[in-house]
């Protein structure tokens, strides 16, 4: 972890320190202070790393975390404070007074720093400066050697939960148009519980997956339910977190039982087109929008709408080409339009897709890692549109 | 849902609206909004509720948010203000276009709305006020019958994955100290997959699970991991949401596999005492002081160090002993040292505990809603420190 961009950004600033509060589930704080925990605490950077927590998170912060120090509430007279100004008020001084306890008046916040805390701690005496330059964001962007490790091994807990999926779709005969698998109408809640399971065992969670069905996977965000249909297009998307090491896997295939229609097949074959368009471009120095360009032009060129073309599309390439992940599941750098030079060691997904609530939806979504001259793909999953019964 | 107390806090200062901008996530935003999303969007209520949504979640919130009114950033010039001021600005310039859109020039934000945002539309000429009553918390505290429905249905399947945890305890043997389950250790990381499984199944997920024995048990917030051994206190804590409604169950039950040592079984039934003591208090117009007084009080009567009494106690009772729940984990009122007076339809946790790196730890909570003249208990799993073998 290389946070030599902090500390100049601290210098450039002449800021004493970065400050987050905010809950251990935060990317930053959690890249920051190597800690997790079901309630908000707080980080201090100033070329050391501080962490204040409550009582009840001391001992495991003082064990795991990686930082220079770790103290508690109660070293900064937080009852006190809390019986004289009442819970809000009294943590906005417990924080000031360890603030003051390790010199630092003026400090760096990130842009969803809570204002409460940040009014409160102006009203301390304590100067407070957002950070419209999103430094620690910027700085995770660039993943180091472990990092990718982590990335890397999410996405291939990732491709055994997609071929689990694959292999029930494949498994599944079709009765009256619906797919059935085991006796029982083969949903999109089965399947998306058929992956869950599978990440689960591998020590992944997910709060939802997309496993989405003709009109449904014409939303990208729809989530998907029902029964799954044969001849149409499946959109199963798949992004698991580790509870271990907290790095995210993102994954888009797009399947269908049966035959696909000639406009679904076109789609598919475009995306893909479109998808290998996007990787050619991909590499440090580039800038993400050239990326998002070479995914719009081959959609255009096809004469399908794009959100390039018309900031009102409500059907065709209607999302972004791909974005960075890490800790969080959406990220710096965006491919996008944007203009965001990409750096090696950059992780972005690229996720082109077409989508129309008469068709369906098509999308096909890899994670690359951003090379001085190209790209090395996380992702070796295969990429056609029929399922494979053999899987 | 009630939101009379919001409308006449707007009306009391003077304030045009009450805007949210977090991810859908965020508890607030999705009990006002009724609209869950990946990314971050914007609520803003005037006594009517409107949303501001990117393309991609437009459509799937004009057709599921419980909105008066659903807007995208294309139609406040999304596009040209990011191209000519930068996407942190031109998200600033999006969101002030759409509040004056609606007429309002002064807002109310919670106190974890973003500083930058803050920052931003401020600048821009919005008047924006820090909610420090933390009003829609407090509304959300309150919860209507369909709410507590939701937390029922959410402990009822909390308690399905306790007895599926017992039943793998009580079917396990013992060697060397250990316990086996199928001819393989069983660990934590197996108890805890074992009871996610069962959840997912039920349509619950969860980020994290503690199944916590011997030492790890002592550290009220540490997940465990390993070997369970007999003779050990297992404490295992479960709060599990629904992937549906949102809203969370919460259950700690604290087993032990063989013969307990005196001092843990002495632990037990002084928090079972602790537990009975404080849900005795509970009712409508209590402050939540006075249920942890209750349990404070029958610890420190039995030598036992406390929270309240030492500050700095690091065993012992080293928590609150609860805090309301909803569709955030830990969420207004808290029964801990603070004033706050209990109200009927407020569902909270009661969990009082013991920890010692030197013994173990024991925890045992139950989930209640607080009625005019008592309370009603969700919970009604057993209270026994031996497995169960017939589980």
Redesign the interface.
């Known amino acids: 972890m290389d946070l030599s961009e902090l500390d100049s950004f601290l210098d450039r600033t002449d800021l004493d320190g970065y400050l987050i509060e905010a809950d251990g ?1 935060d990317p930053s704080q959690r890249y920051l202070s190597g800690f997790t ?3 908000p605490f707080v980080t201090l950077y100033t070329g050391e790393t501080r962490l204040l927590t409550s ?6 912060a003082k064990r795991t975390a990686r930082a220079d120090g770790v103290e508690r509430h ?1 070293e900064f007279d ?2 006190a404070f ?1 019986a004289e100004y009442g ?2 008020e009294g943590k906005h001084r417990t924080i000031a007074a360890f603030l003051d306890a390790h010199d630092v008046e003026r400090v760096a ?11 409160g701690l102006r009203e301390l005496g304590v100067a ?1 400066q ?1 950070d ?1 330059d999103a430094i620690v964001e910027s700085i995770r962007a660039t993943k180091t050697d472990r990092e990718i490790d982590h990335i890397r091994a999410a996405q291939s807990a990732n491709e055994a939960a997609m071929a689990r999926a694959e292999e029930l779709l494949g498994a599944a005969s079709v009765d009256g148009g619906r797919l059935v698998y085991e006796g029982e109408p083969l949903t999109s809640e089965r399947l998306k ?1 058929a992956i ?2 599978d990440l ?2 591998n020590g992944y ?4 997956t997309i496993v989405a069905c003709g009109a449904d996977a014409a ?4 989530r998907g339910s029902g029964p799954l249909e044969a001849g149409e297009p499946i959109i199963v998307d798949i992004f698991p977190r580790s ?1 271990e090491t907290g790095y995210y896997g993102d994954l888009t295939r797009t399947f269908c039982v049966g035959e696909p229609s000639e406009t679904v097949q076109s789609w598919y074959d475009l995306t893909l087109e479109a998808q290998r368009a996007a990787l050619e471009v991909i590499e440090a120095g580039v800038s993400g929008s050239e990326v998002h360009d070479a995914v719009c032009d081959i959609y255009e060129d096809a004469g399908l709408p794009t ?1 390039r073309a018309d ?4 059907t065709g390439f ?2 972004t080409t791909g974005h960075g992940i890490g800790l969080d ?2 990220e710096y750098p965006r491919l996008s ?2 203009e965001i030079e990409l750096e090696a060691g950059n992780v972005v997904t690229v996720e082109p897709g077409l989508y129309d609530p008469t068709v369906g939806g098509v999308r096909i979504e890899d994670l690359v890692v951003v090379t001085e001259d190209g790209h090395e793909n996380l992702t070796s999953y295969e990429k056609e549109l029929p399922v494979d019964p053999d899987r």
Do not use: C, M, N, S
């Not at 916040?109 to 009014?119: K, L, N, S, W």
């Open positions: 589930e925990a079901p309630d009582a009840l998170e001391y001992g495991r109660a937080h009852k809390v819970p809000t916040v990130p842009e969803d720093f809570p204002i409460g805390t940040a009014d407070v957002t419209t519980e869950e399971i689960l065992r969670a997910l709060d939802e939303d990208p965000h729809d509870k959100l900031g009102d599309a409500e209607i999302h599941i959406h339009e944007q």
